[in-house]
């Protein structure tokens, strides 16, 4: 697709479906008082100023770009609602804290049985934690990419900012993310690629891995913790 749609309103039809797929897959770590009608109309909202703003000769697919409008609309709107509980927040933060002191005290990647011992619980009580959190993981890998990153970390950015401190922070924090990727576990770097890659869902990387879609879940928040506990110099 070269230059600006023909028809907005024929591009909007075309890609409302992809804005529900977002949606629901969204909506597989989100609390039940969220509710997926309203994800999908700020969505659309999102489709919108994507058909609005594309601009196809900077060499971005429509779709590519749309997705990050749209998903990027969404998240917007679960921020500005602080649709997470208070004790959620506070259990995600304290996972990310002991990741971070262990990271730093051996550096490398602790295992679950030294996160749990971290924080003073049994493992199965760690694990629970991780399903508790399992709403608060809102990163999304394939906003940020380097020259030789995978598919699920590419970004389309037409309208990027033209401040050169900006650029400095955004391109270091790319850096940081893909870095930060690949010093997962083996096993979650690749739960992670299945999920945001491949776009299959926990059941599917369930049966992949052998292990029960809950299971899935806490290896998620566990992966998403780590990135957090590595990024932390950015969120400081």
């Known amino acids: 697709m070269v230059g600006k749609p023909s028809s907005q ?26 509710e997926v009608d309203d994800l999908i109309q700020v969505g659309l909202i999102g489709l919108m100023d994507a058909v609005s703003r594309f601009d196809g000769t900077q060499g971005a697919q429509f779709e590519s770009y749309a997705t990050q409008r749209i998903r990027g609309a969404m998240l917007d709107e679960l ?11 506070q259990k995600s933060r304290q996972i990310e804290a002991a990741i971070h002191k262990l990271e730093q005290r051996h550096g490398k990647a602790p295992s679950e ?3 749990s011992a971290e924080l003073g619980i049994p493992i199965d009580q760690y694990q629970s934690m991780l399903g508790d959190v399992k709403c608060s993981q809102l990163l999304y ?5 380097d020259e030789d990153s995978a598919s699920f970390l590419e970004r389309y950015l037409v309208d990027g900012s033209n401040d050169p401190l900006a650029v400095l922070e955004d391109e270091g924090f790319r850096a940081s993310l893909i870095a930060a990727i690949h ?17 299959m869902n926990l059941k599917e990387i369930g049966a ?9 879940c806490q290896l998620h928040s566990q992966a998403v913790a780590r990135l957090r506990a590595q990024l932390k110099i950015w969120k400081d």
């Open 9 to 34: 309103d024929e591009q909007i039809t075309k890609y409302a479906p992809l804005v529900k797929r977002i949606a629901y897959h969204m909506m597989a770590r989100l609390p039940a008082s969220v």
């Open 79 to 89: 921020r500005e609602a602080d649709w997470l509980p208070r004790h959620v927040r």
């Open 113 to 115: 049985s030294e996160i």
């Open 141 to 145: 890998y394939e906003d940020f990419s």
């Open 183 to 199: 010093h997962l576990p083996e096993r979650e770097r690749s739960m992670m690629g299945m999920y945001y890659e491949q776009d």
């Open 208 to 216: 992949v891995l052998g292990v029960s879609e809950s299971r899935v």
